[in-house]
């Protein structure tokens, strides 16, 4: 079946850039939305944008001018790009796949990425 | 969109049912049939539960069952377990995403 699985770095310097890769395994990378979500620690959840295989992208209007989602389909990959990032910016990000009917399913085990001076 | 309300807690005991409800507006819940409800235990990733109001994924025990009623959306567990204690998030699709602050179920 299909996985996903984060890869990055665990710790950004503060007003740096945040940058996330997900590779899908398992299955191709076509024909859905592809999502990434975090999660400040004991917080809930945050939606934070998708891409298409296609390359069109939607993004949370709150992030939006900080926000780049782009995708390899020859890698089988989609990245996130996270700009000027602060301590709130500190969360486990995890990237999902978006059902055609509006779900997430499945998730990646998602990555923490800590935010520090 | 604001966000949707859950009560931040709820518990049972084993064997028992128990509700959490997922309130939002007629833009989003009550509008549209795209709700989800997932299941994160600590340092997990969340789980798909329920898809579209109250649809169960293949794999998901049937006692999880989801509904809707106006512009709120319930998750019932029913036969309560020890490994159902966990935080459950309900998410709403309306144009835009709507994320329930979600609820932590004790199981006494």
């Known amino acids: 079946q299909v996985q996903l699985q984060e890869s990055g770095p665990g710790l950004v310097k503060t007003s740096e850039t945040l940058s996330l890769t997900c590779t899908v395994s398992?299955?191709?990378?076509?024909?859905?939305?592809w999502t990434w979500i975090r999660q400040p620690p004991g917080k809930g959840l945050e939606w934070i944008g998708n891409?298409?295989?296609?390359?069109?992208?939607n993004y949370n209007s709150s992030l939006k001018s900080r926000v780049t989602i782009s995708i390899d389909g020859s890698k089988n990959q989609f990245s996130l790009k996270l700009n000027s990032v602060t301590a709130a910016d500190t969360a486990v990000y995890y990237c999902a796949r978006e059902g055609t009917t509006y779900w997430f399913d499945p998730w990646g085990q998602g990555t923490l990425v800590t935010v520090s001076s | 969109q604001s966000a949707l309300t859950q009560p931040p807690s709820a518990s049972g005991s084993p064997g028992q049912s128990v509700t959490i409800s997922c309130t939002g507006t007629?833009?989003?819940?009550?509008?549209?049939?795209?709700v989800s409800w997932y299941q994160q235990h600590p340092g997990r990733a969340p789980k798909l539960l329920i898809y579209e109001v109250n649809k169960r994924p293949s794999g998901v025990s049937d006692r999880f069952s989801g509904s809707k009623s106006g512009n709120t959306a319930s998750l019932t567990v029913s036969g309560l377990q020890a490994g159902d204690e966990a935080d459950y998030y309900c998410i709403s699709y309306a144009g835009i995403w709507v994320f329930g602050g979600g609820t932590r179920l004790t199981v006494l």
């Open positions: 891409i298409y295989y296609s390359g069109s992208t």
């Open positions: 398992g299955g191709f990378i076509s024909s859905y939305y």
């Open positions: 007629g833009s989003d819940v009550g509008g549209y049939k795209y």
